[in-house]
């Protein structure tokens, strides 16, 4: 049976450099995804996420605990409680990617979900954390997450959430698979290199291992400090891991999508993969 859910992705380039102070950075991003929220809102968008912490730039291309400044609590932090006003207006489900503040010292690079109605459903937060020569300095700023891979029950599809560097693990697609995800978004802040050889790859081939849609998400543009261009290329890609939609490279753009979650059913009736699992023989992989 078909059920077709209109999901939307918002790639965007940072407005402010980071010689403008934080809260100036961080309210111009927000109100440019303000505006871009409404367009969906106007496109009838029911599932909309942004970009990994969309109000700000990569700040981790560098360390500098300035950025600490821009981490919020959630969900009672401003971020969190505006948008799910702008949810509730529009009855849109939000996946919201931010800086979350637990306690000074304590930060997680975090995607809240939130509910059509408004309702904070849960949060995800990202486990698995590069840390490398050029800027993706991440364990400066963030711990690993802590709440494995959660599933959300939105009103309109069961999704999950995995962040950038998350997608080179498999192991956390599967569990949202076995929970009974729809669709898994992945927000990105990702530069061209070697990522973008796997960039179609990665997600596409989870789709299909794990018989869901993925929704994955690139910033675009330059941000001044020397680790290379965000590339965009942001797309949906259906439960046999064919790309079904894609964003262009170097603009910012409200991607669109209409995914029928009936397929989801017919593509796990004629491939049992979930049947044929065995996890029995799996175990050895808890001690290499």
């Known amino acids: 049976m078909s059920k077709i859910i ?4 918002i790639q965007a380039a940072n407005v402010k450099g980071p010689a403008s102070s934080n809260a100036v950075i961080k309210k111009a991003m927000i109100d440019k995804h303000l505006k ?32 600490y400044q821009l981490a919020e609590k959630v969900p009672e932090g401003p971020t969190t409680s505006l948008m799910r006003k702008i949810a509730r207006k529009h009855k849109m489900v939000l996946v919201v990617p931010l800086f979350e503040e637990v306690m000074a010292g304590e930060y997680y690079n ?15 937060r990202k486990v698995h954390l590069p840390h490398c020569y050029p800027g993706f300095w991440e364990k400066f700023y963030f711990r690993p997450g802590n709440l494995g891979y959660p599933v959300f029950e939105t009103k309109y599809a069961k999704i999950g ?3 950038c560097y998350d997608r080179h693990f498999p192991e956390g ?32 081939a989870h789709a ?13 543009g330059k941000e001044p400090w020397p680790i290379g261009e965000f590339y965009g290329s942001s797309y949906f890609a259906d439960p046999r891991g064919q790309v079904i939609k894609k964003a262009g490279r170097d603009k910012d753009e409200l991607l669109v999508a209409d995914l029928d979650l009936g397929m ?14 065995k996890p029995e023989t799996y175990g050895e992989i808890l001690n290499l």
């Not at 009974?180 to 960039?199: C, D, K, R």
């Not at 989801?264 to 699992?277: I, P, S």
């Open 36 to 67: 871009m929220i409404t367009q969906a809102a106007r496109q009838k968008v029911q599932i909309l996420c942004l970009q990994e912490i969309f109000y700000g730039p990569y700040f981790a291309a560098e360390q500098n605990p300035r950025w």
């Open 264 to 277: 989801v059913r017919k593509v796990r009736d004629n491939w049992q993969f979930y049947r044929d699992r």
């Open 208 to 220: 299909a291992i794990n018989q869901y849609f993925v929704a994955v998400i690139n910033r675009v």
């Open 161 to 163: 959430v995995y962040l």
């Open 110 to 124: 975090t995607a809240v979900v939130i509910d059509a109605d408004g309702k904070y459903l849960g949060k995800y």
């Open 173 to 204: 697609t599967r569990i949202m698979g076995l929970k009974g995800a729809e669709i898994v978004f992945n927000p990105n802040a990702t530069v061209s290199g070697l990522s973008e050889h796997i960039w179609t790859l990665e997600m596409p």
């Open 6 to 9: 209109r999901c939307g992705l």
